[in-house]
């Protein structure tokens, strides 16, 4: 029998990880089977507990389930701890275990896809929620120049940078009024506005030359995006790559071994091309 793994959230429709799995389980022999789990907002821990008591693997989690996952994991992951925030479920004879790949993910589509080095660069990171808080601390491994945390609720922003602040000098939190006046290198849009086709109040300054400009949300055209063209972004792109190296580093985790990712992208970038 194929060993059993699945992607959560809501909205999990779109989701391409069914897909890749399939492609990096081809690739490389293993029998094993993958499924999207639609689960109402209040209804997370049952959907998980029924995936357990079903012989389930693990499990990738999206939004909005992320730190909902995280305190239900009974062990984590250094990276998990930092991000306090999980996207990634082991389930075993020692429980359930969390792990957080999206940071290693952007970091991999960002130098090896993309060829951007984060050393020495002004970074932004809109949002300060689950997705955000995963791709924190990688973000700061890379020693850019300054990452700078922006989002709507200032507060929220302010609080994480203070949780790594001990990590790094040059991380700070801001509402985006507060962005006048700064231009960026890097600007990360890790809010959910793109899945419900909203913009972002962020001003046009910080698209600064030679920027490139990286949603999260992959698959669509969404407005971060069009501001970001707008604004002079140097390139833009959607979190497909990142998708694709995250669920690399978490059949990694389930499998023992680490599919090769550039065959597996190129193909979903065809797929996804109009006709």
């Not at 040059?170 to 231009?183: E, M, P």
């Not at 698959?219 to 604004?231: I, M």
Request: with cysteine; aromatic share 6%; charged share 20%.
């Amino acid at each position: 029998m194929s060993d059993r793994y699945a992607v959560i959230g809501n909205p999990v429709g779109h989701s391409k990880s069914p897909r890749i799995h399939a492609l990096f389980a081809r690739q490389t022999g293993q029998a094993m089977v993958y499924e999207a789990i639609l689960a109402p907002p209040d209804g997370f821990a049952r959907a998980l507990a029924e995936f357990i008591a079903a012989g389930g693997r693990g499990m990738n989690v999206t939004i909005p389930f992320k730190e909902q996952a995280f305190r239900l994991a009974e062990r984590h992951s250094p990276r998990a701890l930092g991000a306090r925030a999980v996207n990634t479920l082991a389930f075993g004879e020692g429980g359930i275990f969390g792990d957080n790949t999206d940071g290693a993910g952007l970091v991999r589509d960002l130098k090896f896809n993309l060829g951007l080095s984060i050393r020495g660069k002004r970074v932004l990171l809109a949002g300060a929620g689950g997705a955000a808080r995963g791709v924190v601390l990688p973000l700061l491994e890379e020693s850019p120049a300054a990452l700078v945390i922006a989002n709507r609720t200032e507060d929220k922003a302010r609080q994480l940078a203070a949780e790594f602040s001990s990590r790094a000098e040059k991380v700070s939190g801001c509402g985006f009024a507060d962005l006048s006046g700064h231009g960026f290198d890097l600007v990360i849009n890790a809010t959910s506005a793109s899945l419900s086709g909203a913009s972002l109040a962020l001003p046009r300054c910080v698209f600064g030359p030679g920027s490139l400009a990286y949603d999260m949300v992959y698959g669509r055209p969404t407005p971060f995006l069009r501001q970001a063209r707008e604004g002079g972004a140097a390139q833009v792109t959607d979190g497909l790559g990142m998708l694709v190296e995250q669920a690399a580093e978490s059949f990694l985790l389930w499998r023992g071994l680490r599919p090769d990712t550039a065959p597996v992208l190129a193909e979903l970038r065809r797929e996804s091309a109009p006709p």
